[in-house]
Structure formats: C-alpha cells, structure tokens
C-alpha cells in the first residue's frame, strides 16, 4: 500500500469508528479535506516551501490514529512542571480531552475553554464551531492542514464573549506520551478554535509537550478570531519530546481595531515545522508576531511566517530570533503581503540568528509582495556567530568571557520575552529559557 | 612633570614604555611613553588618526590590537599580559568612543553583572537587584538621568549624548583607579559635556587617575589636567602643563608636526 492509500485507508476506519455521530457539515468538511490530502499528497524539498524541510521522518513512517487518552495519563507533577501557572486549563493527552486532569477554575460566567469535541455537539458553541472551524487555516492548499482536518476529532475550544475581561491566562496543553503505541509510533491532530468577541480580552497560552522520548508525531492546527476591538494574545509553547516530530497551523484573523500578540517559543521536537498566518482583516488592526527558537543537537526547526495585510491604517511587527547551537538548523521565512489598497500599512519584520557552533545552519528569507503605494515596510535579517565587539565591551567591563558569551546569548531570547505582555507568563518562559540556555 | 592632586608626587599607577601597536598590520603606535600618577589628570591630545584611540584601546585590551614592542605597567604589574576582563577587575576603565550596544540585555543587568564580577574578584559579597538599585540611585541623579534608563536595553536606541552618558554612569557606578576616557566629550551638546566634566571631577581622589583622550579643548575648562601631552604620528611628541591645551587651542597642531619632523 503506498503512503497516500495508507492514510485513506485510515481515514474510512476512523469515519467509521470515531468519528461517527459528528454533525454533517463536520462530515462534510473531514471528506473534502482527505481528498484534497490525496491530491496534494506529502510536500517534498523540491517545493520551494519545504526547500530547507524533509518530511521523509513523516512521510517514511506509519503512523497509527490515537483513539482515546492511553493510560497511564501523566501525573500532576507533569502538568506543573509544563503549565505555566495554577489558572484555569484544558488537557488533552495524545489529542483527545482528558477532563480528569482539566480545570475550569476562575472562569467568569459565559467564557468557556472546553474541548471542542464537546463544543461541537453543543447548540450554541456549535454553531460557533461551525461559523468558524476549518473556514480560515487554509487546508486546500497545505497537505497537514488537510490531514488535520480529515481527522478533526477533538482539541481546545475557547470562546470569550463580548467584552469581557480574562484576568488570568488560559492554558491549553497538549501532552504526547512520547512512547510507541504496541503497533508502533503514533499521531495525533489536535484542532483548536480560538474566538475572542468583540471589544473582549484574553491570554492563550498554549503548550505541546512530549512526556517520553520516543518517536511521536504532532499534526496540529489552530485558528483564531479576534473580533472587533478585541485584545488577544497567544503564548505558544512547543516542547515536544527529542523524537518528537511536529507539523503545525496557526492561523489569526483579525478584525477592525482588534490587537493580536502571538508569542512563539521553540524549544523541542526533532523536526519541526510551523506555519502561520495572519490575516489583518480589518482596519487598524495591529499585531506583534513575537518568536524565539532554541535548538541544539540535531534539532530543526523551520517556521514559516505569513502576515496578510488585506486592509489599510494595520500595523504588524514581526520579531522572530534563533539561538542554534551544536548541529542545529533553524529556518525562517517570512511573508510579508500588503493587498491592493491596504494603504497606510506599517509593517516590520526583523530574523536574528546567533550560531553557537561551526556546525549550526539558519536559513532566513524575507519576502516582501506589496500592491499597495503608501506604505512603510522593513525587513532585516542577520546570522552569525556572537559579536566580539559586544564581547569585548563587556568584558572590558569585567565579565569573564564565558559570562559575556552567556549574557549576550541570553540577549537574544529576552529580546524577545520581553514583548510578552503578562508578567507571570513571561517570567515562566523567561526560567525555560534560561533553563535551556544553561 | 608633577602631580598636584595631592600635593606632591603620588605613587606611579600607569607606565608606558616604548609602546609600539598595529592594526591589521599597520603600525599605529610608533613608541608611545607615559607615566601616570595617583591622584593625577593627564589629557591626551592630538589630531585625528594619531593613535590616541588606539593607545585607549590596547590599555583596555581590544584584541584587534596587536602589541609589538614595549611595555604596560600597571601597578607595577604587566598589563598586557592580562585578559580584558582582568584588567577592569583590577582597576582599569575605558570610556568608550562608540559605546556598543546590546540587545535584549538592560542597562540594569549589565551594570549590576559588571559590578559583581568586580565586587566578586574584590572578595565581596554580590549585590542583589534591590540592594543594587539602591546604591544606584545617587549615581544616576548626578548624570541627570531617572530610572527609566535602567530598564532599557544596553546603548540599544540611545542617542550619541546619552551613550556617553551611559559610559560616565558606567565609571561612576564601578569607580576605577585608572579611567581612560575616549573622547568621551565628542558629540556632546555644552549641558551634556558639564554635567560628564562634572561627574568626572568629583570622583577625582587622591588615590585615582585619569587619562583623558580628547580632540578638543573645551573639556578642559571644567577638568583641569596636570599634565597635557600630544600625541602625533603615534608618539607622544609634547608634555605640558595644562597651558599647552590652551595653546593647541590657538595654534592647532601643524606646528607641532612641523617641531616633530624636525626634532
């Protein structure tokens, strides 16, 4: 059987098992999607998307679909060494909800942050669910987009109505076991749906994590809306195992004076690919798109960025750095669209790299497509090792080399953590990195 | 020459002996001698390209700087031979020209990481960021400058006038026996280049020094030097008391060349 069989296959057991009693537009969706997978089959590094990305690991492999929660499911210690505060959570283990290791503490009355298995069934989330589930992340056109789609079964569901105000941050996790199924390595496709209404406010952060350390993969897809005048901000947090493989979507759509800050931090997995896009769909809107990639041994790590400027009087800023150490490869491209009479547009986008060894490699191509005449636009890009100018300085200043090297390398991710809006998530993030860079 | 700042002559803190460096293979000190004493101001003056950078730098211990030929003592011991950092743990501090800067890290960390190592190597206790503030405090009312600086990162967006500054707030907060300071009056508006004159006088001690690089003689009217020297072609070719900056003031250099070439 080959690869595309293979899943098509899995596919029919899956809409005949677990997926039966799923709403038929949800059914709808699932068959267009593993068609469109079938067509466009496994990208290859001949497509100048995944020209730096081979998804052989991916594509050599079978797979198996996780059904349910394997047992055992991960201890608290676990959850508290991975979530970043005590808040309210949602906890998926191998992509299905687990409620028994869930909170929905604090939640102020209306918001809900649930499973989206549930959502969906539910009459008004699921008519929210079916407003907005696989109508942004662009499946047509991306064969994991497709397959997650295909196999959309569960994942997080959040949902603040119009304005209000979430002190606390939600925590969405989702935890791979990281250990081979009896019939091999397994996969999950978590799908998540994101909606902040109207002039609301709200933090996400979300994390996928591996427990084991073995081979696993991760097909994950997010979209989120950010209604008008709405304040969002993601913290995405990627610490998959050391065998982990993991293919992502995160797509936003931002409305008119809405304001969106997606925070990425990159510290695990084998391979990883991250693709996302955001659309800025109406007037003055702003976003920040905020990375940080941490890689050594033989990691990869390959985000591909896209920012959509489909209206005029947005701004977007857009920081992505990368510390590569040892055989590291880090890849960053980013996409910069300003649409015909997105007038005004304020867009920058800045790709830093700091090589921590002769064998480390980043890859950084800015592109810029603008139809539009009255715009600002920049782009900047570097790569290479620390400068021994700023090493120098500081140690006339009498730090000892080693210190210097620590501090400027740490430079690099603070950068970046300090963007990050609420305190208590980025002191978190601020110790894993830290933590990493020891 | 004589040092004044205590009366009589201090004990010698710097001696430069025959100093030759290159760049890159180009020679720009050809010989370079200068003692320095506790308790003394020395202003080095002299055209662009001189070497007076230079001679900044390799006392600092920029590693682009090669060291061909003669001498560094500092306290009685060999300067050259130590590491950067070494040197500014035992005492030396270099006001930058074209302070660097560096993102990500704050003005608060940085100077409170400097501090330590320095207070570290002294065997003493390290301060914490609250104890550090604290100690802070009167030094950066006395730059003019508030809080605000602290919290942003190192030179990153400051303005030539406030990257001096930093470099001032830099020897003031670390308190050196030998300050070079790099033509830290360039590019200075008059409010800015007093208030760095003036914090510079009043951490003049008995048991300090500083050695001034500069292109100008403005700096002059608010430190008075003991000593002016004039470095050319990358030597010292003239010492003086501090009228020989008024008179570089009045005649520019080319007489000096033309003295030099001579001798």
Known sequence: MNVIDRYLADFEAFAGNGASGAPTWLTQIRQGAIARFAELGFPTTKQEEWRFTSVAPIADRRFLLEHAPRSPLPAPSDLERLCVGVGPRVVFVNGRHAPGLSSGAALPAGVQATSLAAAIGNGVSGDLAREHLARHAGWHDSAFAALNTAFLADGAFVHVPAGVTLEQPLEVLFLSSGRPGADGPTVSHPRSLFVIERGAEAAVVETYAGLGDGVYWTNAVTEIVVREGARAELYRVQREGPQGLQIATTHSRQERDSFLGVHVLTLGAALARHDITTVLAGAGAELILNGLYLLSAAQHADHHTVIDHAQPHCASHEYFNGVLAERAHGVFNGRIVVRPGAQRTDSKQTNNNLLLSTEARADSQPQLEIYADDVKCTHGSTVGPIDETQLYYLRSRGLSAEAARSILTYGFGAEILDRMRRPAVRERLDRLVRERLA | ?263
Request: aromatic share 6%.
């Open chain 2, 1 to 263: 020459m004589t040092g004044k700042g205590n009366g009589e002559a201090g004990k010698v803190l710097l001696a430069v002996r025959d100093l030759h460096a290159s760049v890159e293979g180009r020679e720009i000190l050809k010989g370079v001698d200068l003692t320095v004493r506790v308790g003394e101001v020395h202003a080095i003056m002299g055209p662009n390209g001189s070497g007076k950078s230079t001679l900044a730098q390799v006392l600092a211990g920029h590693p682009a700087y090669t060291v061909t030929a003669g001498q560094v003592l500092y306290e009685g011991r060999d300067l050259l031979a130590m590491a950067p950092e070494e040197r500014a743990r035992e005492g030396v501090f270099l006001a930058f020209q074209y302070p660097v800067a560096i993102r990500g890290i704050t003005n608060a960390y940085f100077l409170r990481s400097a501090v330590n190592a320095i207070r570290k190597h002294r065997g003493q206790e390290e301060l914490g960021p609250v104890e550090f503030m604290d100690a802070l405090e009167e030094k950066l009312r006395v730059i003019g400058w508030d809080s605000s600086y602290l919290t942003r990162p190192v030179n990153e967006g400051f303005s030539g006038g406030e990257k001096k500054r930093n470099e001032i707030l830099q020897l003031a907060v670390l308190d050196p026996k030998l300050a070079i300071l790099d033509e830290t009056d360039s590019g200075l508006d008059i409010d800015a280049l007093k208030t760095v004159a003036q914090t510079v006088d009043k951490l003049r001690r008995p048991d300090n020094a500083t050695v001034l690089v500069t292109h100008y003689y403005r700096i002059l009217t608010h430190i008075q030097p003991d000593v002016v020297h004039v470095l050319a072609a990358g030597r010292i070719v003239k010492s003086g008391g501090k009228d020989l900056a008024l008179e570089l003031e009045e005649k520019g250099y080319d007489w000096l060349r033309t003295e030099a070439a001579v001798a």
